[in-house]
């Protein structure tokens, strides 16, 4: 069983809405805010006691570069095992940080996540609905805000 879990506080980079208003010329359009949420990969083996944990995130220099169909767009950055059905994690459990992980590990970790589904495609779908997520949550947010506001 694969369950993907991610947060949409805090998903949209700030450089995106600083470099934004520095370098727009008059008379262009926004860009389009986009959320790029980490997100966690569990995958529960029915026959184990343990969960794989996959800590994933989408650098910033990757996100937007369509057509390099080569490269990720999205990074593990962290592997742990947890307990299954525990609802809090153990931060003693060891967790392995990907930047010191050997390439080919690395890659056949990320052929394990493309393997169950978890791959561009997803990782792009997951942009749209978080993106989506967040720009309802912002509305509601503005309109909760005027609300509280003009209560006296």
Known sequence: RITVTFNI??????SVEDDAQEEQK???QEPDL?????????????????TLV???HYPEDEVGHEGEE????????????????????????YTLNTDSLDWALYDHLMDFLADRGVDNTFADELI???TALEHQEYIKFLEDLKSFVKCQ
């Open 9 to 14: 506080n805090n998903s949209i980079p700030p």
């Open 26 to 28: 008059p008379g262009e």
């Open 34 to 50: 986009t959320s790029t949420p980490n997100f966690v990969v569990e995958v529960i083996k029915d026959d184990t006691k343990q």
């Open 54 to 56: 996959l800590d994933c």
């Open 70 to 93: 080569e490269s990720d767009i999205f990074t593990i950055r962290e592997v742990s095992f947890q307990p299954t059905g525990e609802s809090d994690w153990k931060d003693t459990n």
């Open 128 to 130: 749209e609905l978080s």
